[in-house]
């Protein structure tokens, strides 16, 4: 709907598994990010590419591990997670910075058990 | 770096009344505030935005405000209906890159 697309939709992982969350997005944005939402914090910055530049890590632990291949593909590598990581992650693309609109993906619902 | 701050948390109006959802944000240098709207189990979605260089912004019965000055900009929902309902976000840009968002308004439209 949106143009910017996430899977898998839902996802249980115990806390030594390692999986990938994906996102993509053909609109032609250079900036895309991921954020953490849960009850505590309902929109987290985790991390910023910019022209699949890594531009921020919002104090993240090394447990995720984002990677841009190119600027129309995010990956969010998750390995090792925690119970209270279990959380709702959405994808967003802008069409270049923080003053455009954000476009979001509908989101990977975690759960770590 | 940017603060946002987002006030109240939880709000309800009547049907038919108005709802003023209100931001503050730190960084002066600060420009575009946009305002998005996240219904239950779907994604956020901008529903208006204010640039610097104008003080209000409406589009149909939404309506945005922005005093510079104060730094706080504030979003105005007239004549509320039960598709309001839904969690409001504000937010504003910090550096070049970041959207920085707020905590969030959870608006309960009652009948």
């Known amino acids: ?113 | 770096g940017e603060n946002v701050e987002q006030h109240p948390s939880t709000l309800s109006v009547q049907e038919g009344d108005s709802a003023v959802i209100k931001c503050t944000y730190s960084d002066s240098a600060s420009n575009y505030f946009p305002w998005y709207k996240q219904e239950l189990g779907k994604r956020p979605q901008l529903i208006i935005d204010i640039r610097s260089n104008v003080g209000e912004k409406k589009d149909q019965r939404i309506a945005v405000t922005l005093n510079k000055t104060a730094k706080h900009f504030s979003l105005h929902i007239t004549e509320t209906q039960p598709e309001d309902s839904a969690v409001y976000f504000c937010a504003a840009p910090e550096e070049d890159d970041k959207i920085i968002f707020g905590k969030g308004t959870r608006l309960h439209i009652l009948p």
């Open chain 1, 1 to 113: 709907e949106t143009g910017v697309t996430q899977t898998p939709r839902h996802l249980v992982m115990g806390m030594t598994n390692k999986k990938s969350l994906k996102c993509e997005q053909h609109l032609g944005h250079n900036a895309m990010y991921w954020y953490k939402q849960s009850a505590k914090k309902p929109l987290e910055l985790m991390f910023v590419y910019n022209f699949k530049e890594q531009t921020e890590n919002n104090s993240v632990p090394s447990r995720f591990s984002p990677e841009c291949p190119n600027s129309s593909h995010l990956f969010l590598h998750l390995h090792t997670l925690q119970p209270e990581d279990s959380a709702l992650y959405l994808c967003a693309s802008s069409r270049d910075s923080s003053n455009t609109e954000a476009f979001f993906g509908q989101g990977t619902r975690l759960t770590v058990v």
